[in-house]
């Protein structure tokens, strides 16, 4: 868990010189920037949709495991963007998104062969700011905040060997002086692909923890634009409840790159007409 630690401790390293940052920017853009009519635009809500690839990592300590590691697996998300813009550097972002958060259990050794993959399903809120930066059609953005998620849904795959069909008896092959190299020399190996079984007592399906990313966007026309970003979710809660004493903690890293559309919600506009009353001294 000291890697967990560190981690933790340098995200805060890395949010503090990125909130320092933002200022700095948001102090350059606030002075140089002159706002044009052309691209102003006619609402501060913005709708889109998103769609993503990720590389989940189950941190975890696995030293008192014999032959056992946990490797990473990727996943797909897809969210619903929804930007409000505060002015023209800072917008506040919500997603409503469904990722996934995948891992396999591997192991090693005499024990190779025996494996679990795990695939589960969260649906997701991440809350962030965006700070942005650039020209009017390209510009690079920092996104800074927390999420809330909920693991709705779990599937587990693997084989693990029958301890009740064992071909061979003992370590040897076909009663030879040969000895297995693997324990599916000496068991069948059971294959299972089936939902996992939440247990409310074990597992705690409320994820929280902190967001950090950054991306590109490039608006072609007044009121949509396109964006390329990727981000860091990094989770503070345990995937299990404290149920007993001596539990290793397990938590989620996600690494996700994603693409995506934003149009920008028209605001019906009133036309005034402006009325001159014409008088004798306005004549003359």
């Not at 905040?145 to 779990?154: E, N």
């Not at 069909?165 to 000496?186: E, L, V």
């Not at 247990?199 to 409320?206: C, G, K, M, Q």
Request: aromatic fraction near 16%; glycine fraction near 8%.
């Amino acid at each position: 868990m000291k890697k967990r630690q560190r981690n933790r401790l340098l995200l805060m390293v890395i949010f503090f010189f990125c909130f320092l940052s933002f200022q700095s920017i948001a102090q350059l853009i606030e002075v140089d920037s002159i706002p044009t009519e052309k691209h102003k635009s006619n609402s501060k809500f913005s709708l889109g949709f998103e769609a993503g690839y990720n590389n989940n990592y189950l941190i975890t300590n696995v030293s008192d495991l014999i032959s056992t590691e946990y490797i990473s697996k990727s996943g797909v998300s897809f969210g619903i963007p929804i930007l409000y813009s505060v002015n023209d550097w800072f917008s506040i972002e919500a997603c409503p998104s469904l990722i996934e958060k995948n891992y396999t259990m591997r192991r090693t050794g005499y024990y190779t062969g025996v494996y679990r993959d795990t695939k589960n399903t969260y649906l997701q809120l991440p809350i962030s700011g965006q700070f942005s930066f650039g020209g009017e059609h390209l510009q690079g953005y920092l996104n800074l905040g927390v999420y809330a998620a909920y693991w709705s849904a779990s599937k587990i795959t693997g084989a693990m060997p029958n301890i009740l069909n064992q071909p061979q008896y003992g370590t040897y092959i076909n009663n030879t002086n040969t000895f297995s190299s693997t324990i599916f020399q000496d068991y069948t190996a059971y294959k299972y692909d089936e939902p996992y079984q939440f247990n409310s007592i074990v597992d705690n399906r409320i994820e929280l923890g902190g967001i950090i990313g950054g991306g590109i966007k490039y608006q072609f026309r007044e009121n949509g634009k396109i964006f390329v970003e990727t981000k860091y979710y990094y989770a503070t809660s345990d995937q299990q409840k404290k149920y007993q004493q001596g539990l290793v903690p397990k938590y989620n890293e996600t690494y996700s790159f994603s693409v995506g559309y934003l149009y920008n919600l028209k605001k019906k506009q009133h036309s005034s007409v402006k009325k001159t009353i014409l008088t004798d001294s306005s004549i003359n």
